[in-house]
């Protein structure tokens, strides 16, 4: 750009999408052998040419590429109004701004006066503070928008297992109803993945009608049960049967109560908070959300499990996990939603969901409704994970956690708990068979719990273990028959650098260090309690113990043990965060029970400090889970929903197109914008499909030539750039709007490269 001074003003105009505006970033453009001793000012006006902003910048103190920021108090009705940026200079200033020789910017336009330039539009980043009106008002839109998928995705969740347990209510413990629906949430994400394995073995085919006859007459049959005159509604989710001998779980079971009503606040807030975290994204972050829209594609196409990925990748297997891929097919085929949607809203319908399932977990393990609610509580709001979830799409683990406590409740009771508990160990089989089919990593962790369990029980009960071992082998056996014979599980080899390094930066986060810091004490104090013979020492310790195990195992090379390739420290830690809120709830309501034993004001001095920290526990909460996406995994913006939806209007099926990309992990490439998601959306072959074509050699050792030569490349403006293209094969070239080692700009200058399609810095090119 030319550089500002008295003569001559960069202007430029833009729109902005949202209220809240409260930033401006330009990046500096400055001649090494600069050394001029003028001023940078920069002024952004509103719609009424009135200052918002102005400050000047003493050039000897710039450098080149430095980010230069513009603050100012947020803008409480930016939204839809329009801006002006200008950037001048006094006499000596020597430092100018980058821009962009195409039009990058639909919603604007840039001017200079007093010269001249081949650039459309400054290169410059706009930033917003979220604001309560804000926020409310992009909540109520993103409810409204999305109530017919949030309701159904509830009701598809909830319902095998909420028609299992009411089938089964003679042979399993009943309890309370928020319990009861955590347990009946756990048991429908299980049960959905064994009902379409096995309807895949018999040859039968899921169609959008068969998925709503299925549901209907499923919620038909539960409400039948729920109302029919020989069965009671206070029964199914009150007492135990009266072979337990403990009546005393009426009282917090055969009714709802206020702590329901506090479960009830907590999920609500929790799922606001999750929707408010992707209040601008259009499509799912990171590598594995493609991954995903893949794999949901092909099932939502052929109606039955995966078994390779025609005809989207020339890939003839499918070593991998399709649990949570039967619910994002399920709901593709019975709505119709925009895939990237239904994938985003799902993921954090169900992280708000994570709470439910850990509430459950606790009350089965301890029966106490004031630490069961702690321990939602954490989960949904002061933890870092699993919140943190959706910036990486791992929707799969996410679901896998909801069934792994139920799993690891359900496990201790059959082992440890009272007889009847042993009656229900079908339903542990059909929980372990979900999470084998949803998550194998978290399953490989629960098989650890589960021996450990066993162990220090003195290996009583181990045949009701045994049986519900041999029930789940019967019901994943097809799939983990085709596992063996496409398995990609080593042991030893290579490993990825730094693969299994301990994730030390997610305890500079929040109040992750105090947390594990009181968990270990508590621990210690759980240890002196089980010298003394208090029983509920155990659990505690058993959960330190397995994550202690855990460790230890995954530590890999450093201590001399080989290193799996399926599970790595990163995995378990981020895992970690289900036994660590069931260890402080624990601890916290044995400390309650001591605080309830003293005189007066030490059980008031404890009150205030538990509503100190609970309220800012609560504070800090929200705060961070409503701005807790990385927006460095943000791979495609909302204007390359456009741009690939005129792809896929006007481009041939037989297409090819050429996608920036970077290394992932390994020598694994993914891509880097919005082209990214060209195969799941389109069907169209790029150079970087979605990860999973590492499951095959061809077109792994294809994709890692293509971009170690394409990410070395600076000259794209050149015919033989071209020539090259056309020898890979391709016919077209797709620039997304975060952008990539393709730069529009030199591609636009190629003759032999035709520019097909420009809007908002999307960009499609003609391999001539």
Do not use: C
Not at 457 to 472: C, E, I, V, Y
Not at 726 to 739: D, E, I, L, M, N
């Amino acid at each position: 750009m030319p550089t500002p001074g008295p003569t001559i003003q960069l202007r430029q105009s833009f729109v902005p999408q949202h209220d809240g505006l409260s930033e401006v970033e330009v990046i500096l453009a400055r001649s090494a052998e600069a050394d001029g001793t003028g001023r940078l000012e920069l002024q952004l006006l509103d719609s009424n040419n009135e200052v918002i902003a102005a400050r000047s910048f003493e050039t000897q103190e710039l450098r080149h590429n430095q980010s230069l920021l513009l603050r100012f108090p947020p803008q409480a009705e930016s939204a839809g109004q329009q801006y002006k940026l200008l950037i001048g200079g006094t006499a000596g200033n020597d430092t100018s701004v980058w821009g962009y020789d195409l039009d990058v910017y639909g919603d604007g336009e840039m001017t200079i006066v007093g010269g001249d330039t081949t650039a459309q539009d400054l290169r410059f980043v706009t930033r917003y503070q979220l604001l309560s009106s804000s926020a409310i008002k992009s909540l109520v839109d993103t409810v409204i928008t999305n109530a017919g998928l949030l309701l159904l995705a509830l009701a598809f969740a909830f319902m095998p297992g909420s028609l299992i347990l009411l089938i089964a209510k003679r042979w399993v413990p009943r309890t309370d109803p928020g319990a009861w629906l955590g347990l009946a949430l756990a048991l429908g994400l299980a049960s959905w993945p064994l009902i379409w394995l096995w309807s895949t073995v018999l040859g039968l085919r899921w169609r959008s009608w068969s998925l709503w006859l299925v549901l209907i007459l499923g919620w038909a049959s539960v409400i039948w049960l729920l109302v029919s005159p020989k069965l009671n509604i206070k029964r199914n989710l009150g007492e135990f049967d009266q072979t337990i001998g403990r009546p005393s779980l009426t009282r917090h079971a055969a009714h709802f109560s206020w702590h329901h009503l506090l479960l009830l606040l907590i999920l609500l807030v929790g799922l606001a908070v999750r929707l408010l975290a992707i209040r601008d994204l259009v499509f799912p972050p990171w590598v594995d959300s493609i991954r995903h829209a893949l794999i949901t594609t092909v099932m939502s196409e052929n109606g039955q499990t995966i078994q390779d990925y025609q005809p989207y990748l020339d890939v003839f297997r499918f070593p991998y996990h399709f649990g949570f891929h039967t619910l994002s097919a399920s709901l593709f085929q019975m709505t119709g939603v925009p895939l990237p949607r239904l994938l985003l809203i799902l993921g954090q319908l169900i992280n708000a969901l994570v709470p439910l399932a850990t509430y459950s977990a606790v009350y089965l393990l301890v029966r106490k409704p004031g630490v069961s609610l702690l321990a939602a509580f954490l989960v949904a709001l002061p933890f870092f994970f699993p919140g943190y979830y959706v910036t990486w799409g791992r929707m799969t683990q996410l679901t896998a956690v909801v069934v792994l406590a139920a799993t690891v409740a359900y496990t201790w009771k059959v082992i440890r708990g009272a007889r009847t508990w042993r009656r229900s160990w079908w339903l542990l089989a059909l929980l372990v068979a979900g999470l084998f089919l949803i998550h194998f990593r978290l399953f490989l962790l629960y098989l650890v719990f589960a021996g450990l369990t066993w162990l220090i029980s003195r290996g009583r009960h181990g045949r009701w273990l045994a049986f519900a071992a041999g029930a789940t082998a019967i019901l994943v056996g097809p799939h983990v028959i085709r596992l063996v014979s496409d398995s990609t599980i080593t042991i030893g080899g290579r490993p990825i650098p730094g693969y299994n390094d301990f994730p030390f930066g997610y305890l500079t986060i929040g109040w992750e260090q105090a947390f594990l810091l009181l968990a270990g004490a508590i621990v210690l104090l759980a240890a002196l309690a089980g010298f003394r013979g208090k029983s509920w020492a155990w659990l505690p310790l058993t959960l330190a113990a397995w994550g202690g195990i855990v460790t230890l195992f995954l530590s890999g090379q450093k201590l001399g043990l080989p290193e799996f390739s399926l599970l790595n420290l990163n995995s378990a830690y981020i895992s970690a965060f289900l036994p660590l809120a069931i260890i402080l709830a624990i601890g916290a309501g044995q400390i309650w029970r001591w605080l309830r034993r003293r005189q007066k004001p030490v059980q008031a001095l404890g009150v205030l400090v538990a509503g100190a920290a609970l309220a800012a526990a609560l504070m800090l909460g929200i705060r961070q889970q409503m701005t807790i996406l990385n927006p460095v995994t943000v791979l495609a913006w909302p204007q390359d929903m456009e741009g690939l939806a005129w792809l896929n209007e006007n481009l041939d099926p037989s297409a090819k197109v050429a996608v920036s990309s970077w290394v992932w992990l390994g020598r694994t490439w993914a891509g880097s914008d919005g082209g990214a998601w060209i195969v799941p959306l389109t069907g169209i072959s790029s150079t970087t499909p979605p990860a999973d074509y590492i499951y095959s050699r061809t077109l792994a050792e294809g994709v890692e030539a293509f971009n170690t030569e394409a990410s070395t490349n600076q000259e794209w403006s050149d015919p033989s750039a071209a020539d090259w293209l056309r020898q890979q094969g391709v016919t077209h070239v797709y620039v997304g709007a975060k952008g990539g080692y393709f730069n529009p700009g030199l591609l636009a200058r190629n003759p032999d490269l035709q520019l097909l399609y420009q809007h908002d810095g999307v960009f499609i090119f003609a391999v001539q």
